[in-house]
């Protein structure tokens, strides 16, 4: 829905939650290899293979990542090699 739109008689207006995804961050591999410390080149062979690192899609011709998908593998990947008595 538009900024400010009639709906039946009534004037509705976006609010925050009607367009969550605007308020998401979108990293390319520099970004994401500045956070993990993953290359750019590996982040974007996982990403040909689909089935490793991150996820990812394509905008326009740009590979990008969601910031909150990075923090969320890497919250998964240190859960499941952590180690007994936390040490990795």
């Not at 500045?34 to 326009?60: N, Q, V």
Request: charged share 20%.
């Amino acid at each position: 829905m538009l900024n400010n739109q009639t709906v039946k008689g009534q004037r509705m207006t976006r609010t925050q939650a009607d367009v969550p995804a605007a308020a998401e961050e979108y990293w390319q591999a520099k970004q994401v290899t500045a956070c993990t410390g993953i290359p750019e080149g590996t982040l974007r062979y996982w990403a040909h293979r689909g089935d490793m690192g991150p996820a990812s899609f394509k905008l326009g011709r740009r590979r990008v990542w969601k910031k909150s998908s990075v923090l969320a593998w890497l919250a998964a990947q240190e859960a499941a090699t952590t180690t007994p008595g936390g040490i990795a």
